[in-house]
Structures are given as structure tokens and as C-alpha cells.
């Protein structure tokens, strides 16, 4: 995991590496030193999930207030998205929602999408709009998203439904001129916005020359089997393309290095990204194998939940809706986050 990692949206050579600079709580992804340990890699994380997780119609545990989180760190006062963590205060807490796109255009049509920029459809519009009434009582200090529309869309359309009416602005470093020209001249406004970080690192694995293929019609010319290697083996790439192991390296490097220190910071952070690259950061944070990950699928627009606590990751499922107990039974963070949300709205 040492090579300096190449943007292939530029067309040259990044200017950053990402080598990690720190430890990291997460294994290495090599199979032979993972753990054999989560009891949930066969499930679908998304729909056939949710029984997992139902809540169990208990009201959520009497609510001790607690002093809110510190935010240490201010993306808006920086022109660079690499320098504002300071991972040294620690909080004991903060909340990780992964979430994959909505259905996209080829989704729908059954077609291999990878790096290519397809937009949601009117039903992937309204997973979205579903996700973010899933986490609207959930609190959220940033959104990375990838590089591609679809996961953008998913990430605005899901804060139009959030419960903290904070604006979602993304942020633009691409150059000195997209940086002044898109700065923010009031601090109150910036108290009011919710930085969003978009980096390739987190697009879909690239699929190579299967890119717009009919995933049957290419069943049905190479076989079932061939092609299930292509799509769900762990170190198989697609012709020209990567392998979900390729995928994970740069993925979980960009997790490593870009969101893990803000969660170490306190901040609440949304990734809304694709089903291969949030796969390989679920192989992390779930520490599973090479062959758990293989049965690991998850559903279009279908948020996932997990609790960053000293330096470990506790899965929490899917919200199944703003008014879920167990998500918000489960740490009086998140439980006081929302009971300041009900405070407000009277
Ligand atoms: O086509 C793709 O980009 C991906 C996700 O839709 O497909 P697969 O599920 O085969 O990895």
C-alpha cells in the first residue's frame, strides 16, 4: 500500500499520496492477516437487513445530557481539504453513515457503470429522498461523496430531508481560483452549512471493458461463472479494469487517511458512494476476509449505520425510519442529538 495513488480523472499523476501517515484501526486488507469475525457478511446490507435490526418498539432509554461534541476542526476556513483535522482531540464518539447510491440509469437498464457518470433515475431519486428521511434525526458535520453525479445526487437529495436544515455546500480546491471564487464570507453561514468533499477515491471500481455491457448479455457470451469472477471475486479484475482488491486500496487508503481522522475528531461523517467501494471500506471497518466479502452485496440508497467509538467501529444496521428506537436507544449521544432536534421543531 505504498505507491502513491494516480488520478485518473486528471489524466496525470496526483499531486497528493496517500500513504498512510498514521496508524489506522482498520486490518490490513491482505486475506491472511483478517480475522474471521462478523456474523453479518451473508446478509444484503440493505433491505433483507433490516429484520437484523428492526427496532424492537421500545421508546428510547431515559436521556442523560451529556456535553455536546467539540468540533475541533473547520473545513471552510481552509482552501485545502487535507488540513483541517486535528485527530489529537479525541471525542468519545461519532456516527458513520455509509450509503450507496440510488438507482442509476444503468442500473436500471442492467448495464456494467463503473467510472462512467450516469445520473439517478426517478426512483433512485426517491431512495434518496427515503435515505435521508432514515437519517434525518442522525447528526451529520460532513459528506464525502465520489467524484460521480449519482453519488452527489444520492448525498444532496437525502439532506434536503434532514431535520438540522444545515446546507450542504460542496467544496471546491480543484484550483486557486475555484477556491477563492467559491469561498464563504460569513461565519454564521458557514456554522449553517455542511461541508461536502467529492474525491474520485470513493467512485465505483472501474469496470474495464465491460463499461456499458448488459451484465445478462455478457452472462449469457462468457458465461455465468466467468462473469461472476469478474463482478464479485476478491483479486479478478474485469478485463482493463480493477478487481475489488484494487478498488479497496485506494478506497480504504482515502478512508484511512481524508475521514477516519475527522472521525477521531468528533465529526459525523456521511459517505455516499457506490456498492464496490463501500464494500471494500465495510471489509475494513467489519474486518472481513477476502471470501466474506464475495457474499457481501448491498442495496441501492439504503444507509448504513456505524458507531466510531474509541478507536473501534460498532455496526448499528439501516434506520429504518425517523422514528427508529434502537439506533437512538443505543448511544445517549445520538439520543440527546435527537432530543435537541424534537426541542427545536416545538
Ligand atoms: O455496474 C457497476 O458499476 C456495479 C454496480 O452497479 O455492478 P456490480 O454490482 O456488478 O459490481
Known amino acids: 500500500m505504498d505507491a502513491a495513488v494516480c488520478n485518473p480523472f486528471l489524466g496525470t499523476s496526483s499531486s497528493r499520496c496517500y500513504v498512510s501517515s498514521r496508524p489506522c484501526v482498520c486490518p490490513d486488507l491482505r486475506g491472511s492477516s483478517m480475522r474471521l469475525s462478523s456474523e453479518f457478511f451473508k446478509v444484503e446490507i440493505g433491505r433483507s437487513e433490516r429484520s437484523l435490526f428492526q427496532s424492537s418498539g ?59 457518470d450516469v445520473p439517478l433515475t426517478k426512483k433512485g431519486v426517491e431512495e434518496a429522498i427515503e435515505a435521508g428521511k432514515r437519517i434525518s434525526n442522525i447528526p451529520v458535520d460532513m459528506i464525502y461523496t465520489s467524484s460521480l453525479i449519482r453519488a452527489q445526487m444520492t448525498a444532496m437529495l437525502a439532506m434536503t430531508q434532514h431535520r438540522q436544515r444545515k446546507v450542504p455546500i460542496i467544496l471546491h ?24 468533499i467529492t474525491d474520485w477515491q470513493l467512485n465505483e471500481r472501474m469496470y474495464g471493458e465491460l463499461q456499458g455491457l448488459n451484465k445478462q448479455e455478457t452472462a449469457e457470451r462468457y458465461g455465468k461463472e466467468q462473469v461472476h469472477e469478474w463482478r464479485r471475486s476478491y483479486d479478478i479484475p474485469p478485463p482493463n479494469g480493477e478487481s475489488l482488491e484494487m478498488c479497496a486500496q485506494r478506497a480504504v ?42 457474499s457481501l452485496e448491498l442495496s441501492t440508497g439504503i444507509p448504513l449505520l456505524y458507531i466510531f467509538k474509541e478507536g473501534r467501529y ?33
Request: hydrophobic content about 30%; aromatic content about 8%.
Open 58 to 116: 421500545k421508546k428510547p432509554s431515559p436521556i442523560i445530557a451529556l456535553a455536546s461534541q467539540t468540533s475541533v476542526s473547520d473545513p471552510f476556513s481552509t482552501s485545502s481539504k487535507n488540513n483541517y483535522s486535528d485527530s489529537s482531540k479525541k471525542s468519545n464518539e461519532a456516527a458513520l453513515i455509509l450509503i450507496r447510491h440510488g438507482e442509476s440509469l444503468w442500473n436500471e437498464k442492467n448495464l456494467f457503470t463503473g467510472s462512467v
Open 314 to 346: 460498532v455496526r448499528r444496521g439501516s434506520p429504518v425510519g425517523p422514528t427508529e428506537a434502537g439506533v437512538y436507544a443505543y448511544t445517549r449521544t445520538l439520543a440527546q442529538y435527537r432530543q435537541n432536534l424534537d426541542e427545536m421543531s416545538y
Open 253 to 294: 487508503m482515502y478512508f484511512r487517511n481524508e475521514i477516519e481522522p475527522q472521525l477521531f475528531a468528533g465529526k459525523n461523517v456521511m459517505i455516499a458512494a457506490h456498492g464496490n467501494s463501500l464494500r471494500s471500506i465495510i471489509m475494513c471497518l467489519d474486518k472481513l476476509t477476502s471470501q466474506e466479502v464475495i
Open 173 to 196: 480546491d480543484e484550483n486557486e481560483r475555484a477556491r477563492t471564487w467559491s469561498r464563504i464570507y460569513s461565519e454564521e453561514t458557514k456554522k449553517q452549512s455542511i461541508p461536502v
